[in-house]
């Protein structure tokens, strides 16, 4: 028999209760419960300067421009400069990448960088009476100093050389960092109230001088003596130090190199090289004794260095420099093969039977590695390769900390940024405690991004991102629900563009292409700030709410409700009966299950 159809005039029968469901207090069934709890998204956890990029991400995303570049200042006095040189170790982690591509955090970065540029500098008021001596002028140098000045202290930083900037000046080429934009970031930094002196030489003794005038002292002076490459005939006018050759034609000048060029290595240095000697028309040859994969340079810098048509000689090892007619060498090499992992964790290359082969070539640019500069510190600072810090990055001398290149961090400009930051802490807490203040606990692994680096924000206990229940765990892609997601492609700049829609055009692979030479032009155009404000809206707000009120509209048992002038949640837990229901809806992972009475 069929049923009968069910028309506006028979509904179906179902019970109706007269009586407020209020008085079903399913809370009762429960034996688990919901719990707001905000994570850590991975990027932040990666990013070397302790950037709250999931943070500044959803300021952007909120149309909060200007607090979104608060948020970025707060961790990272320079994002121009970040957002072009950094080997950007957060999209490495970004979860966004298990899904379609990962957030262009870096390119975000740089737009919002340019902005800061462009404004008036934040006016950092002086609080205390100590000053600070910083001795070198390079990414850890400049960002000790501008943590301590936002700290409110007197900060003088020292440089050797005639214009400050140390590293990002005299190794990065122009085609990666315009010398417009550092200058226009140290005039940020000097209009900021620091105190900047060029031209004036420190070495140990004077450090512990300095003593006398400031209540601590910060040495950064970085690595600026390339390794050498220990193989015969190295002493032949046509070896040249690869970092020599990049200080010499940031410059301005224009070393005779001729038109072949060995480069030897395979890290960031290298790459600069083997670009830098392309542009001044020659035509270089990267010689790495290990594969593409194991190479230590940014990736994107190799494949631009690809691109740009620079041949590379992967397994492949000097054994001499042969010194040959006229202004000519020839480079004698070993194939090579690798063997079982080092210390680094890389496979370590060993010589092949393969034999050798020779490449003639009027300069040889040897960048294997550099030597950190310790002059500055007093012998009991450093050991023989680096200087001896704590976690905070204090020396064994009294009153001297040490950061950056020079003590043993990974060699990036990020590291060097977050060492800074590091020792600016340190010293605030030491002259703080000295003064019978009192600092925040101990505990340094509180302030630490989960294992990162460090929050100023924690240290500071001032961070302006409401968290909810707060942890320092890392929430992984397992841990979205990437129902709640669609995919957008990652913005890209103008030359990788179907539609090129950003200026500037004829950028140095374009003008390349052209068939002029390469020059020391921009190569990455960036984003415009609609696409950076595009991107922004792509990232997915790892482990951290960003109020998009679904677990309250999911709800089945209406349990949830928006705080009353807050940013947060309640859940009225006499309604709750515990099914997860807004726990496995969380696009972020913002809220876990936990047992009833733990
Ligand atoms: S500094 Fe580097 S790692 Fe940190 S957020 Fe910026 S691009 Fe990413
Ligand atoms: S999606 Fe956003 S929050 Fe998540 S890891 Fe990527 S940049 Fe960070
Ligand atoms: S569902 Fe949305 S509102 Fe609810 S906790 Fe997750 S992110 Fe926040």
């Not at 960088?113 to 990414?139: F, I, N, Q, W, Y």
């Not at 001729?258 to 670009?275: K, L, P």
């Not at 669609?486 to 090129?500: C, K, L, N, P, S």
Request: charged fraction near 25%; charge should be negative; proline fraction near 6%.
């Amino acid at each position: 028999m069929s049923e009968p159809a069910v028309t506006h005039d028979s509904p179906p029968r179902i019970s109706v209760s007269s009586t407020s469901t209020l008085a079903n207090r399913t809370g009762s069934w429960k034996y688990i419960r919901p719990r707001y709890q905000d994570g850590v998204a991975p990027c932040n956890a990666r990013c070397p300067t302790g950037v709250d990029v999931e943070g500044y991400m959803n300021l952007l995303r909120e149309g909060r421009i200007a607090d979104a570049l608060d948020l970025v200042l707060r961790e990272n006095p320079m994002p121009a400069i970040t957002g072009r040189v950094c080997h950007h170790p957060c999209e490495l982690a970004c979860n966004r990448a298990q899904y379609d591509d990962p957030v262009a955090v870096h390119l975000v970065e740089r737009e919002m960088g340019d902005r800061v540029l462009s404004m008036p500098p934040p006016v950092l008021r002086r609080t205390h009476t100590e000053k600070v001596a910083v001795v070198g002028s390079g990414p850890a140098g400049l960002a000790c100093a501008y943590h301590l000045a936002r700290l409110g202290y007197g900060v003088t930083v020292f440089e050797e050389a005639a214009k400050a900037g140390g590293m990002l000046r005299q190794g990065i080429p122009d085609y990666r960092l315009p010398r417009d934009i550092l200058d226009r970031q140290i005039r940020w930094f000097s209009d900021a109230g620091i105190e900047f002196r060029c031209n004036t030489r420190i070495a140990g003794e004077y450090a512990d001088k300095l003593l006398r005038d400031y209540a601590a002292v910060f040495v950064a002076t970085g690595a600026h003596r390339s390794r050498p490459l220990g193989v015969t005939g190295e002493d032949s006018p046509r070896v040249m130090a690869g970092l020599d050759f990049l200080k010499a034609v940031n410059r301005g000048e224009a070393p005779e190199i001729g038109r072949r060029v060995v480069v030897v290595g395979g890290g960031n240095t290298a790459i600069d090289c083997a670009r830098t000697a392309l542009r001044l028309g020659a035509t270089p040859v990267v010689l790495y004794r290990r594969t593409r994969q194991e190479m230590p340079a940014i990736a994107a810098e190799v494949d631009e260095a690809m691109r740009e048509g620079i041949a590379f000689e992967f397994l492949a090892a000097p054994r001499a420099v042969h010194h040959l007619q006229g202004r000519q060498a020839g480079v004698e090499c070993e194939r090579m093969v690798l063997g079982e992992p080092d210390a680094s964790g890389r496979r370590r290359p060993v010589p092949s039977n393969a034999g050798t082969f020779s490449i003639l070539a009027e300069t040889v640019l040897t960048a294997i590695g550099e030597e950190p500069g310790l002059e500055a510190l007093p012998l009991h600072a450093a050991a023989p390769d680096q200087a001896l810090i704590d976690e905070l990055g204090a020396t064994p001398a009294a009153g001297i900390w040490a950061g950056g290149d020079a003590a043993g961090i990974e060699r990036t400009v990020s590291d060097a940024l977050g060492s800074g930051k590091v020792a600016a802490i340190g010293i605030d807490r030491a002259i703080r405690t000295r003064n019978g203040e009192e600092v925040p606990p101990n505990d340094i692994a509180e302030l630490r991004w989960s294992g990162g680096n460090i929050s100023m924000s924690r240290w500071r206990g001032d961070d302006p991102v409401q968290r909810h229940g707060a942890t320092n765990e890392v929430v992984g892609f397992d841990r979205l629900n990437t129902a709640h997601f669609v995919h957008v492609t990652r913005q890209r700049e103008a030359r990788d563009a179907d539609h090129v829609t950003v200026e500037p055009v004829g950028t140095a692979f374009e003008r390349a292409t052209d068939g002029t030479a390469f020059d020391f032009g921009e190569v990455n155009p960036g984003l415009t700030a609609m696409q950076a404000l595009e991107e922004a809206r792509r990232c997915l707000n790892c482990g951290v709410c960003n109020q998009c009120e679904l677990c309250l509209i999911l709800c089945p048992d209406v349990a949830i409700t928006r705080q009353e002038g807050g940013t947060g949640f309640d859940i009225d837990l006499n309604y709750c009966k515990g099914c997860g229901v807004c726990a496995m809806e969380c696009p972020r992972g913002a809220i876990v299950m936990t047992r009833e009475g733990l």
